[in-house]
């Protein structure tokens, strides 16, 4: 299955709240279970740095450049979903314009990785600071 298409545009300086739900083909949501979800945005799409990456996966944390800022929900409750948080300390200091991001969804076990979207990551910048 291709990656699905979605721009964010992030306020420089605001905290960004984003919620997601994985359905599958045949429309039912797919339990995360076991399951990271992991973000990486690049200035320019040629570029070899990141200008930020965020994660689910608490063991890539300090041990890379991923920020934590994805959290799976209860997936008894609602299975699929996943939050993406970047916190405003975070977005103050995107010094990028418009970027270009995918994510993508590993399954911890198995390392199958699925790249669920793709598009552009676009900064809206902050007038007041």
């Known amino acids: 299955m ?3 298409k979605y721009n964010f545009i992030v306020e420089q300086g605001a905290q960004h709240d984003v919620t997601f739900r994985y359905k599958l083909a045949d429309g039912t949501y ?3 279970t076991g399951y990271h979800v992991r973000m990486s945005v690049k200035d320019h799409i040629s570029d ?3 200008v930020y990456q965020a994660t689910s996966d608490t063991s890539q944390t ?3 450049s991923f920020n934590q800022h994805f959290t799976l929900s209860d997936q008894s409750a609602t299975p699929g979903q996943f939050v993406l948080s970047i916190p405003a300390g975070v977005t103050r200091n995107f010094s990028f314009g418009q970027g270009v991001y995918d994510l993508e969804l590993e399954v911890n076990s198995t ?3 699925t790249r669920l979207l793709e598009g552009k990551f676009k900064v809206k910048p902050e007038v007041s600071s």
């Open 30 to 32: 797919q339990n995360l």
């Open 111 to 113: 390392g199958v990785t």
């Open 2 to 4: 291709a990656a699905g």
């Open 62 to 64: 300090g041990q890379s």
């Open 48 to 50: 070899t740095t990141f």
